[in-house]
C-alpha cells in the first residue's frame, strides 16, 4: 500500500467532512453542533490555505485522515502561535496517522516560521491527550465547564509544544503556506511524517 501525506485539495471535501462527522454528531471531541457538509468544508480548506496548512494522508488513493492549522488569536502579536488539530477516519486509527500528519504539519510551520503550537482537546480524551503527549506537547491548563454539550459543561484541556528552539530575537515574519511550497525542501517537509505511518 502506497502512503502520502501531501496538501488538501478540493476534491478531498467530501472525505474531510465524513471523517469529521462522528467528532461532531453525538460527540463532545468538536463543540460544533452540526457536521459541517463536504461544501463547508471545501470554503473552510481554501479559507485556511491561504495561510495555513491543510494535510491529509492519502492512503492509496483514500483520505485516512487530516491535519491542520489555524490562528490562534487576532491580536497582531500571536502571529507567531497557531492552533493545529488533526482527525482520523475510524478504519485507520492505531496506525500511526495521527503522528505521521502531524510531524510533516510541524515541519511545515517550523519552515515558515511559527513557533507555538497549540492544542485544545474536550476532556476526558485519553487517546487523543496520549498522541500529543507523545509529539511533546505539555499541559499548560484547563478551562473548566467552558462548553456545555449533549446535555452537560466539559472542560478543555490546552498543551503547547514549541515549534523551534527558544530564542529571544525578533521573530521574521511567517510566510504563507503558498509560499513555503515553492521551496526546495517542500517534499522533504511535506513527506515528513510518512515513516510514521504504518500502510496496513
Known sequence: MTVCIRSAREADADAVAAIYRPAVDGSVISFELEAPTADVMTRRIAETTGIYPWLVCDIDGAVAG?????????????????????????????????????????????????????????LPNAASVGLHESLGFTLVGVYRRVGYKLGAWRDVGWWQR???????????????????????????????????????
Open 66 to 122: 487530516y491535519a491542520y492549522a489555524s490562528r490562534h488569536a487576532e491580536r497582531a502579536a500571536y502571529r507567531w502561535t497557531v492552533n493545529v488539530s488533526v482527525y482520523i477516519a475510524r478504519p485507520f486509527h492505531r496506525r500511526g496517522i495521527g503522528r505521521g500528519l502531524y510531524l510533516s504539519l510541524f515541519a511545515i510551520l517550523d519552515a515558515q516560521g511559527y513557533r507555538l503550537a497549540c492544542a485544545g482537546i474536550t
Open 162 to 200: 514549541a515549534l523551534a528552539a527558544d530564542d529571544d530575537r525578533p521573530p521574521a515574519e511567517p510566510i504563507d503556506f503558498a509560499t513555503v511550497q515553492t521551496r526546495d525542501d517542500w517534499p522533504a517537509l511535506v513527506g515528513r511524517g510518512e515513516a510514521s505511518v504504518v500502510a496496513e
